[in-house]
């Protein structure tokens, strides 16, 4: 997949529906986890103030255009992305194209019962996605630690963290040993936005 520099920051240049159909087929292929930032200006402004932030990003598998602005600064940069891919989005699309009886989500993050919550609209609306499980990000299943034991239990195909940037990053790379053939994605506020 090609990637367009924003500030030094690679982003992947597809169409949401190819980098669906990428990473899925990719998940079953890779035996150390994907991970992606979906990055609105406001993450890739954190990258250029925090080097430790930005090497996050450098060594995630893809960052993709969240935010609309993303996809103007690479316009006037005169490297077009093709579409933006806004995390949302990618939450349905992955849920979407859940093999039956096959594909399992965790969801971890949000106040307590929001991701609960999302997971109980999510199989409303798409009842091929098995979810395995869902943690708060506010410790009501304990620290990151142990949410990440738990997980690791359960060894889901695609792992959604939304604990907001940098929070989200962070734990997935601090993370990410001890999972294969698997997704891991910061959403974000997707789950405030699916819940209500
Ligand atoms: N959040 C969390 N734990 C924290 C801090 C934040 O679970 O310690 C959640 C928060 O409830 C919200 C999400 O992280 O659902 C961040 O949403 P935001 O809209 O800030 O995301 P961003 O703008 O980073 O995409």
Redesign the pocket.
């Known amino acids: 997949m090609k990637k367009v520099p924003i500030l030094n920051i690679p982003i992947s240049n597809t169409t949401k529906h190819q980098f669906i159909e990428e990473i899925v087929s990719n998940i079953q292929t890779n035996d150390t986890p994907i991970k992606v930032v979906t990055a609105?200006p406001?993450?890739i402004m954190l990258a250029k103030e925090n080097p430790r932030y930005e090497q996050l990003l450098l060594e995630s598998d893809h960052v993709v255009a969240d935010g609309i602005g993303v996809v103007i600064g690479a316009k006037m940069l005169d490297t077009p992305l093709q579409e933006r891919i806004p995390?949302y989005e990618l939450v349905h699309g992955f849920l979407e194209n859940a093999a039956p009886g096959h594909d399992t989500f965790y969801f971890y993050?949000?106040?307590p019962g929001?991701a609960a919550e999302a997971a109980k609209k999510a199989m409303e609306l798409y009842p091929q996605a098995k979810i395995v499980g869902c943690s708060?990000?506010?410790g009501g299943d304990g620290d990151g630690d142990t949410v990440a034991q738990k997980i690791e239990a359960l060894q889901p195909h695609h792992i959604f963290v939304?604990?907001?940037?940098p929070?989200?990053e962070e734990w997935i790379a601090e993370h990410a040993h001890r999972f294969s053939h698997t997704l891991m994605m910061g959403v974000?506020?997707s789950?405030?936005v699916l819940s209500g």
């Not at 939304?162 to 940037?165: E, K, N």
């Open positions: 609105n406001e993450i995390g993050g949000g106040k929001i708060d990000g506010y939304a604990l907001g940037a929070k989200q974000g506020g789950f405030d």
